[in-house]
């Protein structure tokens, strides 16, 4: 059994912002593992089951904010009673990368994301799987909060797609082979930097009071 949790914000007003990045990589597993399957609620997440190389996996999008992640991830592995080091796979987005590059990593600190620093939180815990999804880096006239919160640009879709779909083939990689093998295989020379601009302006955001999204 192997769970795969894609981070993100819930909500139409955050669908395709950067920061969900690790959502639209699930529902890219989900439209060929868990094709036609109807999401359940659980574990404070959006689950399908799906059978991945011969093997059942849970693939999970928190409906927390960004910053109480930790919550689903830790009841699914607890209730299942999975190891995170070997059994736990989160997809997430990374401003350190450019768009259009992943790294995997079979631990380390939160760097300074809040979805993974919950996480941490709620295992006990920075032994875990992680594969990274680039979003690039803020322009210098952005703040990160906005950045993150903001669409990538039409020039940005085809570099997307192909990490989404990288993504996901990391991650069939590691359930099939594990995070070692899925590393040497994915963590290939990262593309060069492109300039980046901000997308166009955006109405002002939704926030939920008690559990606002963060700007990582």
């Not at 690790?22 to 659980?42: C, P």
């Not at 930790?70 to 997430?92: C, H, M, N, W």
């Not at 032994?127 to 903001?150: E, F, N, T």
Request: charge should be positive.
């Amino acid at each position: 059994m192997k769970v795969i949790v894609g981070l993100g914000n819930p909500g139409l007003q955050y669908e395709r912002t950067r920061h969900n990045a690790g959502f639209l990589a699930v529902d890219r597993l989900a439209q060929k593992h868990a094709s036609g399957s109807i999401a359940k609620a659980r574990f404070n997440a959006a689950c399908l089951d799906a059978e991945i190389a011969g093997e059942k996996c849970l693939l999970m999008k928190p409906t927390t904010y960004m910053n109480l992640s930790g919550r689903a991830v830790a009841e699914a592995i607890r209730f299942y009673k999975l190891q995170p080091s070997t059994d736990l796979l989160v997809l997430v987005d990374d401003v350190a990368l450019p768009v259009g590059a992943i790294r995997l990593r079979a631990d380390g600190s939160a760097g300074g994301h809040n979805g993974l620093a919950d996480i941490e939180r709620a295992l006990g815990t920075s032994v875990y799987p992680r594969c990274r999804i680039g979003i690039g880096a803020k322009p210098a006239q952005m703040i990160q909060a906005d950045w993150v919160l903001s669409r990538f640009t039409p020039e940005e879709q085809p570099d997307l797609d192909r990490s989404i779909q990288q993504a996901a083939d990391a991650s069939v990689h590691f359930v099939e082979k594990g995070i070692a093998a899925a590393m040497n295989r994915f963590n290939t020379r990262l593309p060069e930097a492109k300039p980046t601009r901000p997308s166009e302006p955006r109405g002002p955001e939704v926030q939920n009071p008690q559990n606002p999204p963060t700007e990582n």
